[in-house]
C-alpha cells in the first residue's frame, strides 16, 4: 500500500495517510497518535501530534529538522 505524508513544520504534525484507501474510523490511541482504520481494520493512516517530541524517544536522531527534511514516510502493518 503507498501512503502520501504531510509534515507541518508549524504545529509539530506528521501525517501518514493512503490515498487508495477508504476511512472507516479513528482510534485515539492518546492525545499525541490518532490511528486511521479501513472498513476490515487495517491501518490506513496516522497522525502524529508533537511528532518531533513523540518520535525522539524512539529515535534521538528524530528533530524538527529531520521531520522537516523527510522524504519518504512507510506505515508497516
Known amino acids: ?14 501525517v501518514i495517510y493512503s490515498l487508495n484507501s477508504k476511512y472507516q474510523e479513528s482510534i485515539e490511541y492518546d492525545e499525541k497518535l490518532v490511528i486511521d482504520l479501513d472498513k476490515d481494520g487495517k491501518v490506513i ?5 508533537d511528532a518531533s517530541e513523540f518520535l525522539h524517544a524512539f529515535n ?3 528533530n524538527n529538522k529531520f ?3 523527510l522524504e519518504e514516510a512507510i506505515l508497516i502493518n
Open 1 to 14: 500500500m503507498k501512503f502520501e505524508f504531510h509534515y507541518d513544520k508549524e504545529d509539530d504534525i506528521l
Open 45 to 49: 493512516g496516522i497522525g502524529i501530534f
Open 60 to 62: 534521538e536522531l528524530v
Open 67 to 69: 521531520l522537516e527534511n
